[in-house]
Structure formats: structure tokens, C-alpha cells
């Protein structure tokens, strides 16, 4: 039988060790996303024939697997029938989620068209051109270009690295800002926690992470890596509301100074969440990278 582990930050090598030579595309296999979401999603792993096994709770409570990472293909059947004893013994609804189009390529070779496969579409991580959000060039960003304008002319704004900003101010204002909003999901009490986390480990990882100050107060902040010389992921990105134009700004802001370097921006999903899929469809949307579930 399988044996899962709770994932901690002294797994970050273990997991590596697979995700590492995994030229993944979505968000969710960067160590980093899984540390974040590791208690709000109750992430576990398993190590099974040197294969990386791990499992999750989603946000309606149901457990899943994601996709098996540094299989064979020739073994790929078999590690899928022992996940599949293990998915009935513990009645989990479906049986993968968060998989890429490049995995579903394979079962089909494995199983042909004998599995359900459903496109995740509240999944979808959007992604884009580094050099439109960095120029925000184009008819379909006059209005980004306005916003970015009306921040830089209204306010006078500092910049600082967040390694350099002190961890209690980070988590004041993002603290400010959750009890700003009318629904105050116990997901983003979560995503602050991670936050913190991250910020108490920032020498153990590879991202980078600055925020915007506006008269000595915080006003946005954001989090992001380089996961390939191809594409970086923003994994975090608060803001204040109130102040018009920060979000283009820091957006605009960071792509510009930390990942100019690299073609595409992923800036993940929008979890079917309608404020936030108006957000990621108003910017010029370069590709998705689709998801699919494997009841």
C-alpha cells in the first residue's frame, strides 16, 4: 500500500529531485505552488518504483492525485491500477486533477479512449508575453496603459525587495487587505500563513518578491519565479484595492525588472471565480495551459 507524507519544506530536495527534470508548463508542479497551498490543500506525497507520487485536497474537499512524475511509459499502467485500488479503498471522487495535455497523451496510449477525460477549465493557467505586459502596447491594453499612467502621475511610490522589507509589515498589510474583502475565504487566511512561510525561507528558494510602497505604507506585493529560460510564474500578487492603478503597476513593474528575460508570464488560474477571470481576460492572453481530471 501506498504511504503518503505530509509535505514540509524538508522535502524541497526530495521533490526536486523529480519536478526538476519535469519540463512541466502549469503552475501546480513548481515546489513552490505546493508549498504554498501544502496545509489549505492537505498536500502528501509518496515515493513509489522511484516514482513521485502526490496527493491533494481540493477546494471542495475532494482528494485527488496529480500526475505521476518520472514514470516510464512501459510501467505507467501498472503504477495507474495500484493509484486506482488505492482511489477506491479511500472512496476519492476522481482519480487525477491538475494533469497536462503531455500526460493525457500517454494514458491514451495506455488505456485509448476507455478513461474519462475532462477538460478543468476553472483550471486553466492563463499565460502571457512578457514583452505585452511589459510595453502594454496594443488597443486591447490602452486601458492597462491608462491605469499603469494614472499610478505613476497620482502617487509618489518607492520600491523595495522583500527580502529587505520586514516581515511583520508584509503581513499587516496583507492581513489589511483580507479583512478588506467582504468574503473572507478561509482559503486566503491560508495563503497568507504560506506567505509568511515563504518569507521566513526566503535564502531556501529560487523566487523573487518585491513591494510597492506609497507614503512609508505597503500598498501591493508579489511573488514570482523563473521556472525555465522560457517562463516565469507570478505565484502571489495583493494588492490595495483602493489604490487605482497598483495592480497594472506592480504587474507591469515586476515582469519588467525580474523576468524580462524570458518569453512567457504564467500568472495561473482563476479558479472560476468571476472577479478574477475578469481580471486575467482583460490583459492580451498569449495561450492557456489546460488542465483535465480523470474521474
Not at 505585452?132 to 492597462?144: E, I, Q
Not at 492581513?175 to 525561507?201: C, H, M
Request: hydrophobic fraction near 35%; proline fraction near 1%.
Amino acid at each position: 500500500m501506498l504511504q503518503f507524507k505530509k509535505l514540509t519544506l524538508e522535502d524541497k530536495q526530495i521533490l526536486e529531485k523529480y519536478l526538476n527534470n519535469f519540463n512541466y508548463n502549469s503552475c501546480e508542479y513548481s515546489f513552490t505552488t505546493l508549498y504554498i497551498w501544502k496545509d489549505a490543500c492537505k498536500i502528501e506525497y509518496a515515493i513509489y518504483n522511484d516514482v513521485l507520487i502526490i496527493k491533494k485536497k481540493d477546494f471542495d474537499g475532494s482528494n485527488h492525485f496529480m500526475q505521476p512524475i518520472g514514470y516510464k511509459i512501459e510501467d505507467l499502467k501498472e503504477i495507474i491500477e495500484t493509484l486506482k485500488v488505492y482511489k477506491k479503498e479511500f472512496e476519492m471522487e476522481c482519480l487525477f486533477k491538475d494533469i497536462e495535455e503531455s500526460f493525457v497523451e500517454d494514458l491514451k496510449i495506455v488505456y485509448g479512449n476507455s478513461l474519462e477525460i475532462l477538460e478543468d477549465r476553472d483550471n486553466f493557467d492563463y499565460v502571457y508575453e512578457s514583452e505585452k505586459l511589459m510595453s502594454l502596447s496594443g488597443k486591447k491594453l490602452h486601458a492597462k496603459k491608462n491605469h499603469y499612467n494614472q499610478f505613476i502621475k497620482n502617487y509618489t511610490y518607492t520600491v523595495k525587495e522583500l527580502k529587505d522589507v520586514k516581515i511583520e509589515e508584509s503581513l499587516e498589510a496583507l492581513n489589511y487587505w483580507l479583512n478588506q474583502k467582504e468574503d473572507k475565504s478561509e482559503y486566503l487566511s491560508y495563503e497568507i500563513k504560506a506567505i509568511e512561510n515563504l518569507l521566513r525561507n526566503y535564502e531556501k528558494f529560487q523566487f523573487k518578491g518585491i513591494a510597492v510602497f506609497v507614503e512609508d505604507k505597503i500598498v501591493a506585493l508579489t511573488i514570482g519565479e523563473k521556472i525555465s529560460d522560457n517562463m516565469a510564474i507570478i505565484h502571489v500578487e495583493k494588492a490595495d484595492s483602493d489604490i487605482k492603478g497598483v495592480y497594472t503597476f506592480i504587474n507591469k513593474y515586476f515582469v519588467e525588472n525580474y523576468f524580462n528575460d524570458v518569453k512567457i508570464i504564467n500568472r495561473e488560474q482563476d479558479l472560476g471565480i468571476p472577479g478574477l477571470r475578469k481580471a486575467k481576460e482583460s490583459y492580451k492572453l498569449f495561450e492557456f495551459v489546460k488542465k483535465y481530471v480523470v474521474k
